[in-house]
């Protein structure tokens, strides 16, 4: 259903589709290309669509032929509108649909009206979510167990992010507790009503939506008391604020306690303790082998037996952007990491530096996300990157006043991580000119690079850090 121009396509006579308000959304996209191939007729608008989204939209016939908000698109042809959370309220587009009374599903919304008839497993929590989903399906695509997905990554041996069925029994959702949709409030793990859930860990984040840790809390008790009647929580016991909740719901559940599992580290290599011996894994750090033990009670809910489990997780590598060694030499490692809030930030800068003891290691984070250049959020950031032995912030005060925040100034950074060497930057060259000048072929000998950020440092060129450390 392309046409030669790799643009959208007529629908066939008696076709009626499916139209994305933000299709180039890293969710969004995905999701189009999901029912795409399950044989949707899809169209979309977005007023701005970056790569890989584009490259991967336009393959599939599916890229907008003009950017920007059309909403002479919007016609009572289509079936119904997709709305992402990058739209907003007054988009032309949205009230063009609601003008002439069209369906119109959020994000969540649509993935659970596609697995009403499934048993839907939901992994939620503050931090891990991607990487323990991502462990689930590499386990069941290792046993060629077909599962439906939704998971915030691109992982290896998986086309797409999102994959619908009318045949599998299984659902496996990433359950992200961020709003759903411009008109519509709710956290997105609200929708998703599991049969089997996990919740990783709680801690504060999205304060522009949630301003108190409480509020915030609260929102994971919603989630928990949403699991259907007769279902399962496996959740991490070692979290209190996990723990609390999970044992506060009274709904009638099956509840199943994890904790991080016994390993060791020998030479850079993490072993971990199984029935059968210490058995090497390619993941490494405390908190994703706490992961690990929390996908490994997932998959034995969905049928997957204990040995089973290790089998497939030695060869787990771990999903894209959540430590991901991106280069290694004989006395060099670098790491990108998807890290930005404070608790996600020290568990990965301890991981790193417990995996090489003996290197110097360098951790750099980029303050980005909205919560992160909050003036009054920056404290819970204190020690976050202790654990390193050259400590680097990096933040754009133009990025500040683009989320319209108050100006955040070096001090105040400084005052709140609470380390009298940290390094602080807000030159994006001057920030590459320290990695470069730090990390030529006769400096930082014996090193491990770690870049921490969901942004990219003002445009910094990971392929150039890779040839630093090579």
């Known amino acids: 259903m392309t046409n030669k121009n790799n643009t959208q396509s007529i629908p ?25 191939n399950k044989g949707y007729h899809v169209t979309g608008s977005d007023d701005a669509i970056f790569e890989p989204s584009k490259s991967r939209l336009e393959k599939k016939g599916l890229l907008p032929k003009e950017e920007g908000w059309f909403p002479e698109k919007i016609t009572t042809d289509i079936e119904a509108i997709i709305l992402g959370m990058h739209a907003k309220a007054d988009n032309p587009e949205l009230l063009k649909a609601q003008e002439l009374g069209l369906k119109i599903y959020s994000y969540p919304e649509f993935l659970y009206e596609q697995s009403k008839n499934k048993t839907r497993v939901v992994i939620g929590g503050s931090h891990g979510k991607t990487t323990i989903t991502s462990m689930i399906l590499h386990v069941m695509h290792y046993h060629n167990i077909e599962v439906d997905y939704m998971v915030g990554a691109q992982l290896e041996g998986f086309d797409t992010m999102v994959h619908l069925t ?135 809910c969905m049928g997957v037996d204990e040995a089973e489990f290790y089998e497939a997780i030695a060869g787990f590598k771990g999903a894209s952007k959540r430590l991901e060694k991106i280069a290694e030499s004989a006395n060099k490692v670098a790491y990108k990491d998807f890290a930005h809030s404070p608790s996600k930030v020290s568990a990965t800068t301890k991981a790193v530096k417990a995996q090489y003891p003996d290197r110097k290691l360098v951790a750099c984070l980029e303050l ?61 060259t001057e920030f590459k000119d320290f990695l470069f000048d730090s990390f030529r072929e006769n400096g930082m000998s014996n090193s491990a690079l770690l870049l921490m950020s969901s942004g990219n440092y003002g445009g910094l060129n990971f392929d150039e850090v890779k040839l630093l450390v090579k």
């Open 12 to 36: 066939p006579s008696g076709v009626r589709g499916l139209h994305f308000i933000a299709i180039g959304g890293a969710a969004m996209h995905n999701l189009a290309l999901a029912l795409h």
């Open 166 to 300: 009318e045949n599998n029994d299984f659902i496996v959702l990433e359950g992200d507790e961020y709003l759903t949709s411009p008109i519509d409030l709710r956290p997105k793990f609200h929708l998703y009503q599991p049969n089997i859930a996990l919740l990783s860990g709680i801690a504060w984040d999205h304060i522009n939506v949630f301003p108190t840790f409480d509020n915030y809390v609260e929102q994971f008790r919603i989630f928990a008391n949403q699991i259907t009647r007769g279902g399962i929580l496996v959740y991490n016991e070692e979290d209190e604020a996990v723990k609390s909740v999970a044992e506060g719901t009274e709904n009638p559940i099956r509840k199943i306690a994890y904790q991080t599992p016994s390993y060791t580290v020998e030479n850079g290599t993490t072993l971990l303790d199984t029935p059968e011996g210490p058995m090497p894994i390619e993941v490494f750090g405390a908190h994703n082998l706490s992961n690990l033990a929390g996908a490994k009670w997932i998959c034995q």
């Open 368 to 428: 980005h996300t909205y919560s992160s250049l909050n003036a009054e959020y920056l404290k819970e950031y204190e020690g976050a990157l202790d654990a390193a032995d050259v400590a680097v912030v990096f933040y754009s005060p133009d990025a500040v006043k683009i989320k319209q925040l108050e100006e955040v100034s070096q001090e105040q950074i400084a005052k709140a991580f609470n380390r009298k060497d940290l390094i602080i930057y807000t030159n994006p």
